[in-house]
């Protein structure tokens, strides 16, 4: 919907808008699977508990664990497409769909002319029709030519047709019945008028139409590289931060033994010493401010590689833990029908996004660790299937649960040494 002005705009046809559509699912794809995993076992096992199957379930003494074991098997091997397919397939249409952003963006709208008003698409040009017809002819004609560096040509004519070359990179206007008032831009006095019966104007045309870039050469931002391409650089950029601080340590503890011996009693020529200690502090306070800022500039590169790393495992990682939401939650609420589902499956990717996306922003800028910030969603979602999947089990808490664990594990009085 953001881009439906750029694609309905500038003359995109139909295929390529296709395209861009489905590249931009790509990446949805890999949000959307996780939470249809919840959405379908919710829906699932609320139909089998509003249908009392649970029930009779749990009444051939078959648990919740039991149940969900199919379940688990197919979350696992769902986890597993979803990782290959981030880091194989996505890679390579996020930088599709970047080239096509990049090209879509570069397109000049449609060009037209409407009657009475100055049209400025045509770089150098600007042009005047005070009438158009139904046929695109153009009457009335004034064209104010700036294309030439030297001079400035004013065009006036009767009528006009405009159209494009066959290979569609100029734009050709054909005018009949009119005259040029053409003046030098250096020589203010060298001034022409030319009349003509037929005149044409050639314009550069070649960006109204959409071009398809080759993606292959184009360089990866972050989202569009495979975690082993991330780990290099980040392997790179640690290596240069550990020789920075090394540099760092080095320079100081350098000229730190040196300023104390400058200003040291019996030195000799102690003015003269103390005043190159000036010329010397000044010089490696720039010299330890380069080297915190190469360190700190490489660190935040580690944290922006880092932060899509784990995004990488931890977005897979949640269709397993989804499941054990999902399952006893369904179970609870019974709810086996659409609506309830779908609100349910509403809120926990809010809360899955929001936290996602607030834990990349954390550790974009440093406040937090990429790892807890990736897995921070994850870690909610795991504390609730705990949660839940407890309480169904074994139709309690787990604090109770807990309890009830260690007072069985307390010997009895008769059994105390």
């Known amino acids: 919907m953001r881009w439906i002005d750029q694609l309905a705009s500038k003359g995109i046809d139909p295929i390529t808008i ?5 590249l931009n699912l790509s990446w949805i794809l890999v949000l959307a699977v996780p939470i249809g995993i919840l959405f379908s076992t919710l829906m699932a096992f609320g139909s089998m508990s509003a249908a009392h199957e649970i029930t009779i379930f749990k009444a051939s003494g078959m648990g919740l664990f039991r149940m969900m074991v199919p379940v688990i098997v197919m979350g696992l091997m769902v986890m597993g497409l979803v990782f290959y397919y981030t880091d194989n397939v996505l890679p390579d249409t996020n930088l599709r769909l970047s080239t096509m952003m990049r090209d879509i963006t570069q397109t000049k709208p449609t060009f037209a002319i409407d009657a009475g008003q100055f049209t400025t698409q045509m770089e150098g040009f600007t042009i005047l029709a005070r009438r158009v017809d139904t046929n695109g002819v153009l ?11 030297d001079r400035q040509n004013v065009v006036s004519a009767d009528t006009g047709k405009l159209g494009f070359s066959p290979s569609l990179t100029k734009m050709v206007l054909n005018l009949d019945h009119g005259e040029i008032h053409q003046l030098s831009k250096r020589t203010p006095t060298d001034y022409r008028l030319i009349t003509f019966e037929h005149h044409q104007i050639t314009m550069d045309a070649k960006d109204f139409f959409y071009q398809q870039t080759d993606a292959s050469g ?6 569009e590289m495979r975690i082993s391409e991330m780990q290099a650089i980040v392997r790179r950029s640690d290596t240069i931060v550990q020789r920075a601080a090394h540099n760092f340590d080095s320079l100081f503890n350098k000229h730190f033994e040196y300023l104390k011996g400058a200003g040291a009693p019996g030195t000799s020529d102690k003015v003269y010493a103390q005043g190159r200690s000036l010329t010397v502090v000044s010089s490696t306070r720039a010299m330890l401010e380069g080297e915190v800022f190469r360190g700190a500039s490489e660190q ?7 932060v899509e790393i784990y995004k990488k495992y931890a977005i897979p990682a949640a269709c397993i833990l989804f499941v054990f939401v999902g399952c006893p939650l369904g179970i609870i609420t019974k709810g086996g029908n659409f609506g309830l589902s779908a609100a349910i499956s509403l809120g926990f990717y809010v809360l899955y996004w929001v936290s996602l ?3 990349e922003k954390l550790a974009d800028r440093g406040l937090l660790s990429p790892a807890i910030a990736m897995w921070l969603g994850n870690i909610l979602i795991a504390v609730i299937g705990i949660v ?11 604090l109770k649960a807990l309890t009830l664990w260690l007072r069985s594990r307390k010997p009895l009085p008769d059994q105390a040494v």
């Open 18 to 22: 296709g395209e861009f559509v489905v």
């Open 139 to 149: 009457y009335g004609v004034t064209i104010y030519d700036n294309s030439k560096v």
């Open 218 to 223: 184009s360089s990866r931002g972050d989202r």
């Open 300 to 306: 935040a590169t580690i944290d922006r590689y880092e």
């Open 357 to 359: 996306i607030g834990g």
């Open 388 to 398: 839940v999947t407890v309480k169904v089990n074994f139709e309690t808490t787990p």
